[in-house]
């Protein structure tokens, strides 16, 4: 098997490869992570704002609707609970609260989808993790004992780029710790990473 044709091995074909060829170290590579599900959720969520907003006078009804149902303004008899800002404030920040925990949602997607880093160097894997405060790196022997590696492919995420990788330390026979887990990315952009992380040994 000549050069050219090794580097245009497919992953999927590694198994049948050589064994040489598996085991060899890569020196340095990088996972080539799919950008499209985060700028998909990215949208998404921007649309979600987009129709969210004007619902404010909806939502600002319904509100006054439900007080005069308790009867709460005959009751206390105060201006300020028929004053319609009262009401146009409370559904402003009802919709801001909802909008805030699906953006903590999206910032959770974002984080472990591409803020991530996974580099092979050598006989390690390092993931570097970025957030507000820095970075935040860690290595390890994909070959150390105890450690399993769940590879989440099939022809469905194969063609949407949706695969992943997690590394869990096996504790017991019911608990796992999860070290990492990958950004989305297809394995054919990738095989010279994913033969370096199941590379025989």
Do not use: C
């Not at 608990?175 to 199941?198: I, T």
């Amino acid at each position: 098997m000549n050069k050219s044709s090794k580097s245009k091995s497919v992953w999927w074909n590694w198994e049948n490869s050589n064994s040489e060829v598996r085991s060899s170290k890569i020196k340095k590579s990088k996972l080539r992570i799919n950008y499209i599900p985060p700028f998909f959720v990215i949208l998404i969520y921007g649309v979600f704002l987009f129709y969210l907003f004007p619902v404010k006078t909806l939502v600002s009804t319904w509100i006054f609707k439900f007080v005069e149902l308790l009867q709460i303004t005959k009751v206390l008899k105060l201006s300020l609970l028929t004053d319609k800002r009262l009401y146009d404030y409370t559904a402003l920040f009802v919709i801001s609260y909802i909008a805030f925990a699906f953006f903590l949602d999206l910032v959770r997607f974002l984080r472990k989808n591409l803020f991530q880093i996974f580099v092979t160097e050598e006989n390690r894997l390092a993931v570097t993790k970025w957030g507000l405060l820095g970075k935040e790196t860690i290595r390890w022997n994909p070959d150390q004992t105890g450690l399993q590696i769940h590879h989440k492919s099939g022809w469905f995420r194969s063609l949407l780029g949706l695969e992943k990788l997690s590394f869990r330390i096996h504790l017991s026979e019911t608990e796992n710790s999860v070290l990492a887990e990958s950004p989305y990315f297809f394995s054919k952009h990738n095989p010279e990473f994913l033969s370096s992380v199941f590379r025989s040994v």
